[in-house]
């Protein structure tokens, strides 16, 4: 749900008309970013906050009928295909969107280019989004994913090696934050069938760190521009208080506000 940050940025983005051809998201970066890629303004925010007033769709009783604290089946089946349907064509029409999931086999992160079928795009999504410990794993083909920001939750040497040397950066914490280990003992028994899983997850407060620190050295070099909340969030990964959300819907929105016509500029656009 810190996501909603995100929504607000990109509305901004497309209320200013900069569009880019090259997308990469992880988890609800990547969830937000759908609604971007296929132009439809407005569409993450109601997802995330209009469609919490009416369906709650975040409670332990999706354990017991899902083994999700989400209501997953809702968000990537009867949601984006019925309820706020996304617009499909235009988001192929858009230009390259990666998702980045994590292999639970390999404990590596896979980046899926662009999926050509609504069906593969929601499967793949819902895999970006399975957050770890609270959401069972996605198989595609024969593979179990899990979170792509348990492997690469800023995948900007991703895009970088893809070609793009301009490049945005949206985060949702502030200036100076620095995660803490969150792998705790019951890892390894949460997740004995995937030892190279464990070992990444207990490690991956240290890859997030690096690429924070990765992301701020080119941003005080000027080779990449951030969006990012000024203060620590006040909302919390499962926040379920739309309130709240609005608040920081808007606060993204605002943030990206101020570098709107500074991006234009950056990127060439």
Not at 28 to 38: E, F, H, P, Q
Not at 44 to 69: H, M, P, S, V, W
Not at 192 to 215: C, G, I, Q, T
Request: proline share 5%.
């Amino acid at each position: 749900m810190r996501g909603t940050f995100t929504s607000g940025a990109l509305d901004c983005l497309l209320d200013h008309k900069i569009y880019f051809p090259y997308v990469i998201g992880v988890s609800a970066g990547g969830s937000n970013g759908l609604s971007y890629a296929s132009r439809q303004r407005g569409r993450a925010r109601a997802c995330n906050i209009d469609e919490l007033r009416k369906r709650r769709y975040i409670g332990l009783r999706y354990l017991f009928t899902q083994r999700c604290i989400m209501d997953y089946d809702y968000l990537f089946g009867e949601l984006p295909r019925n309820v706020r349907p996304y617009d499909f064509a235009a988001y192929l029409a858009a230009g390259k969107f990666i998702l980045v999931a994590t292999n639970c086999l390999t404990g590596e992160p896979a980046y899926f280019d662009t999926p050509q079928t609504m069906d593969d795009l929601l499967s793949v999504c819902r895999a970006s989004c399975s957050i770890p410990y609270a959401s069972p794993a996605v198989r595609i083909g024969s593979v179990p994913y899990l979170d792509g920001g348990i492997s690469d939750a800023i995948p900007l040497r991703r895009a970088e090696s893809d070609g793009c040397d301009k490049n945005v950066v949206i985060l949702t914490r502030n200036a100076g934050y620095r995660k803490g280990n969150m792998a705790g003992p019951l890892t390894r028994i949460f997740y004995r069938r995937y030892p190279k899983l464990v070992e990444r997850l207990k490690k991956a407060h240290e890859d997030y760190n690096a690429s924070l620190e990765y992301v701020e050295n080119l941003e005080r070099q000027n080779k990449i521009i951030v969006i990012r909340p000024q203060e620590p969030l006040k909302v919390n990964r499962l926040e379920r208080d739309p309130t709240r959300l609005e608040d920081l819907y808007k606060q993204g929105y605002a943030e990206a506000e101020k570098l709107a016509e500074k991006i234009r500029g950056f990127c060439n656009l």
